[in-house]
Structure formats: C-alpha cells, structure tokens
C-alpha cells in the first residue's frame, strides 16, 4: 500500500497528528524500562509489559525487523487528569482505532506489529505468566513497556503531546514489513 492510500483512508478517523518513521528514529531507553520496574504498578501483570516482552534489546531487535512504522495520536477530554479511571477509560477508544487502522494495513502488509500505549486491559486478570495470553491477535504491547522514549519520538517527528490541561493524548505505533515510500510526516 502506498502512503497516499493510506493517509486517504484515514482522513474519516478521529486521528490528532500522524507520521511515517524511520525504525532507527526510534529512541530505545534502558531509563523508560527503570521506570516501568520502579514505578508501574503494571510491571510483571500482564503479556503485553515487561519483563513478558523481553529485554528492551530483545525488544529493539524485534522492532528492527520491520521496515518502517506509522505513529499516530488521538486527543480526548477529561474533568480531571489525576482520576486515573477517568483517563482509562478514555483509552478504550483509542486502541479501537488501533485495531482498525490495523486493519488497513493488514490489507497490504504480510507483518506487522502494533504498539500501542498502556497495559492491555483487554481480560480482567491477565493469564501472564501461567498461561498463554487468551488474544495475541488484539492485545497491543506498550509502547514505553517495550523502553521506547514516546515522547522522544513523538519530538523527532513534529507530534504534538502536550495539547493543554485535561486533554489526555493517547499514541499507537503500527511497524510494518514493506516500505510505502518515503518516510515522511502529516497531519490531518
Ligand atoms: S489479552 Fe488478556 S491475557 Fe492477553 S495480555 Fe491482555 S489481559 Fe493478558
């Protein structure tokens, strides 16, 4: 698929900003994995965080198996930003668009692998380590779980992720096998 079927399908979806990324602009940090083992009560939960993705080297190698990436942002609103419910619950919509520009992708691309922001929530009580996760093919890895700097990123590609109080921006990285043309950057 060439960029420009891509950017023309998503033009009716609530996207913020969106840019096609080098892999190696991707800033892989030991620093961001420190925090998720200090500081995230998620850490050791679930598939989709550490230490079930593997090393932030595993995870760096695995990334650098693709050909190029598209990350995108969605905005919502909230009353409050320190109500941590309120602010995921705001997160469902956002990995339901993951899943569907997913989809566009998939129409054209063999592999992909799709990063998106958080834990997975998809089960009540994820089956990590005991058994196999329950729906490899919805659940999105974290994309800070996988010790990449986000908004690092989002910096070296022109996104915006400080958009004003009580507006949460949610960020997802599709990587993709096939090159679609000159990595670039665009906004709807
Ligand atoms: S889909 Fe379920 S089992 Fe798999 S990572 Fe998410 S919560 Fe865990």
């Known amino acids: 698929m060439k960029r420009q079927d891509i950017e023309a399908s998503i033009t009716c979806f609530p996207i913020c900003d969106y840019a096609f990324i080098q892999i190696k602009d991707i800033p892989f940090k030991e620093e961001v994995r420190h925090i998720c083992r ?44 320190e109500n941590m419910e309120e602010l995921l619950s705001t997160r469902k919509e956002h990995e339901e668009l993951t899943r569907r520009i997913k989809d566009l992708f998939i129409k054209q691309h063999q592999e992909l692998l799709v990063l998106s922001t958080e834990s997975c929530a998809l089960c009540e009580d994820c089956t990590w380590p005991d058994a196999p996760c329950r729906f490899p093919q919805r659940m999105l890895p974290c994309m800070e779980g996988y010790g990449i700097l986000v908004t690092g990123l989002a910096e070296r590609c022109g996104i915006t992720f400080l958009n004003g109080n009580n507006l949460v921006t949610w960020f997802s990285l599709i990587l993709y096998r096939e090159a679609l043309e000159e990595p670039g950057t665009g906004k709807s």
């Open 38 to 81: 200090t500081e995230c009560p998620r850490y050791g939960k679930s598939w989709s965080c550490p230490p079930a993705v593997g090393t932030v080297e595993e995870c760096r190698s695995r990334c650098e198996a693709y050909e190029g990436g598209f990350l995108f942002t969605t905005m919502t609103e909230v009353s409050d930003m």
